[in-house]
């Protein structure tokens, strides 16, 4: 069977793929087999400027239809062909916590980021982190990732979510007419744009700690400028969570 054509690299005298590389019809085959996997995605990315682009246009872009393919046919369905923040920060958004460090964006708390193997994510749930005014916005927002007994922080939750849309929404229109300001150092981990404070922008719902089962008054999250939400709570313990299940 013959080779595909190969094609040398042009991007940089540096990258390590001096004779050449398969054309991109093999490399997507290649990576269909391999059933996207997103460890092998990054590596790949990583040989050169030429095997990244391809990654940020295709390899992620795949990846993402194939882990959730609802919510990638949603998300697209207003004929949209691009996401916002790119392919690979939605890659990222579905299978990592972020975590948080000691003074960063939820204050003295720190968790290591850590890759997930599953997450569901509702765009039911979302409804239940967005103002009565703004909920005609499509937000889909992840279970709690759960990190028990962290001493006296207790049990804390990292959730994290996607706007559909986000530069037409009205939650991104109503953070701008509160004049709600950017933070001043911290950016989002899964694309590094700038971030807004939903609890100094007094946008935070008390049907989101419901819908988490978190303590009402332990419940923070963020918005990046393309639409991603990451957030972090403290847990109730079970028996109370399901009293506030019942509530909502």
């Given at each position: 069977m013959p080779l595909s054509k190969q094609y040398r690299c042009m991007h940089s005298a540096s990258c390590a793929c001096t004779k050449g590389h398969l054309t991109e019809?093999?490399?997507l085959l290649v990576f269909q087999q391999l059933?996207?996997?997103p460890k092998l995605i990054a590596a790949f990315s990583?040989?050169?400027k030429w095997f990244d682009d391809f990654a940020k246009r295709v390899l992620w872009k795949e990846f993402c239809k194939t882990r959730a393919p609802k919510m990638m046919i949603d998300l697209h369905s207003s004929g949209s062909h691009s996401v916002d923040g790119s392919w690979r920060a939605l890659g990222k958004l579905l299978i990592y916590c972020s975590g948080c460090?000691?003074?960063g964006l939820f204050n003295n708390i720190?968790?290591?980021g850590h890759f997930v193997y599953r997450t569901r994510f509702s765009r039911t749930s979302g409804k239940s982190f967005l103002l009565p005014q703004c909920r005609s916005d499509v937000l889909y927002v992840s279970d709690p990732c759960e990190h028990l007994d962290q001493g006296e922080d207790g049990d804390i939750g990292f959730f994290r979510g996607m706007f559909k849309s986000f530069s037409?929404?009205?939650v991104r229109k109503l953070l701008i007419k509160r004049k709600a300001e950017l933070h001043p150092t911290e950016a989002c981990?899964?694309?590094k744009a700038k971030l807004w404070s939903m609890q100094e922008a007094k946008m935070i719902p008390q049907s989101a700690s419901c819908r988490l089962g978190a303590y009402e008054d332990?419940?923070?999250y963020y918005v990046c400028l393309n639409g991603h939400m990451l957030g972090l709570c403290t847990l109730l313990p079970l028996s109370e969570s399901e009293e506030a299940s019942e509530l909502e």
């Open positions: 019809d093999v490399i059933n996207w996997n990583c040989a050169c460090t000691k003074g720190h968790i290591p037409m929404s009205k981990p899964y694309c332990c419940i923070e």
